[in-house]
């Protein structure tokens, strides 16, 4: 079984700048894609960021220049900082992996964290 957990989100004020976190955690034999999609009120849930084992990052276009996807394979952990935020930018996020048990894969998912943006 493996486990997601979120953390990093919060409110701020437009302009400004937060840094989403997301640990692994179980019995992970490996990780490959490691991605943050997020969900707005009314809105279906869409890919914000991805990024693969070997560093190769793509984002929304809403996002591309102010947003960076980074991880860290040691601690089984992804980031995604957030600068220049904007109010269209509230939404839950949520952590999204690749991983294998050594059983079978599939994709997991965390719990979500809000990001609110104020104007």
């Known amino acids: 079984q493996v486990q997601l957990v979120e953390s990093g989100g919060g409110l701020v004020q437009a302009g400004g700048s937060l840094r989403l976190s997301c640990a692994a955690s179980?019995?992970?034999?490996?990780?490959?894609?490691m991605a943050w999609h997020r969900q707005a009120p009314g809105k279906q849930r869409e890919l914000v960021a991805g990024?693969?084992?070997?560093?190769?990052?793509n984002y929304a276009d809403s996002v591309k220049g102010r947003f960076t996807i980074s991880r860290d394979n040691a601690k089984n952990t992804v980031y995604l900082q957030m600068n220049s935020l904007k109010p269209e930018d509230t939404a839950v996020y949520y952590c999204?992996?690749?991983?294998?048990?050594?059983?079978?894969?599939?994709?997991?998912w965390g719990q979500g964290t809000q990001v609110t943006v104020s104007s």
């Open positions: 999204n992996v690749h991983a294998s048990t050594g059983v079978i894969w599939r994709y997991y």
């Open positions: 179980g019995s992970i034999f490996r990780l490959t894609t």
């Open positions: 990024i693969t084992s070997d560093d190769k990052t």
